[in-house]
Nanobody, 123 residues
């Protein structure tokens, strides 16, 4: 599976951005997917995950209520709608495909990674 993340950019605090992850290669629709982020000087952290069917989602407490993960199996994409952004949301955001079935918060369970897209939230 090859993953390509896009949609990052500069936004003011309180604004919104929508990230997208396009997948190609193996049958994308069978993979549970996740978004992670890495802020400057910090370790990469879990943001959100979605099951292969789209029926189950899971969020980090820090983004719950503000971010929404979704997928479009017809387009082979997963999206991350980010609302009410804060400066602490500034990070490089990565999409990933899990190597086994499940909604995982630990990156070691994810077998395929996109290249990342930078989100900068100004105060």
């Amino acid at each position: 599976v090859q993953l390509q993340a896009s949609g990052g950019g500069l936004v003011q605090a309180g604004g919104s951005l929508r990230l997208s992850c396009a997948a190609s290669g193996r049958t994308f629709s069978y993979y549970d997917m996740g978004w992670f982020r890495q802020a400057p000087g910090k370790e990469r952290e879990f943001v959100a995950a979605i099951s292969w069917s789209g029926s189950n989602t899971y969020y980090a407490d820090s983004v719950k209520g503000g971010f929404t993960i979704s997928r479009d199996t017809a387009k082979n994409t997963i999206d991350l709608q980010m609302n009410s952004l804060k400066p602490e949301d500034t990070a490089v955001y990565y999409c990933a495909a899990a190597g086994v079935s499940g909604l995982f918060t630990t990156e070691s369970w994810y077998a395929y990674w996109g290249q990342g897209t930078l989100v900068t939230v100004s105060s």
